[in-house]
């Protein structure tokens, strides 16, 4: 988190917007400065396919995964994936996006992603 900061400075901007409080999924989901934050504080359920809300339509891509090695994760998440929005209202934002492979397999483990907007969506 305190790499994320040094690169996007997302401490220092404005209010956090959060989409998703899911109590029952155990689940959080924020936007800031251009950053979309997922955590997963679930002891034992996993999702394969997480639709969160977000406001800028585009392309995402993971830019920290808790699930890397270095931090101690099974590298169950493919870091190199490319999430594309989908122009429809989702959580109070005009626009969603499927998260995949945002699963925490083992007992005691969460996951955080954070995924950054990349570029604006492609014209058909």
Same mark, same amino acid.
């Given at each position: 988190? #305190?790499?994320?900061? #040094?690169?996007?400075?997302?401490? &220092?901007?404005? #209010? ?8 029952? &999924?155990?689940? %959080?989901? /924020? ?12 002891? %034992?359920?996993? =999702?394969? &396919? $997480?639709?969160?809300? !977000?406001?800028? +339509? ?11 090695? #270095? $931090?101690?994760?099974?590298?169950? !998440?493919?870091?190199? +994936?490319? /999430? ?5 209202? *989702?959580?109070?934002?005009?626009? *969603?996006?499927?998260?995949?492979? =945002?699963? +925490?397999?083992?007992? %005691? ?5 954070? %995924?950054? $907007? ?7």
């Amino acid at each position: 988190m #305190q790499h994320l900061e #040094q690169e996007y400075n997302w401490l &220092d901007s404005p #209010q956090a917007w959060v989409s998703l409080k899911n109590e029952v &999924d155990k689940t %959080i989901v /924020f936007e800031r400065a251009g950053l979309l934050f997922i955590f997963n504080f679930h002891p %034992i359920k996993s =999702f394969t &396919d $997480y639709r969160v809300g !977000v406001n800028v +339509a585009g392309q995402y891509k993971i830019v920290l995964s808790t699930d890397d090695k #270095q $931090y101690g994760g099974f590298e169950n !998440v493919d870091v190199n +994936a490319t /999430f594309v929005t989908t122009p429809l209202e *989702w959580n109070g934002r005009k626009n *969603w996006l499927q998260v995949s492979g =945002f699963i +925490a397999r083992h007992r %005691i483990r969460t996951l955080s992603l954070c %995924i950054r $907007y990349t570029s604006p969506p492609e014209r058909a």
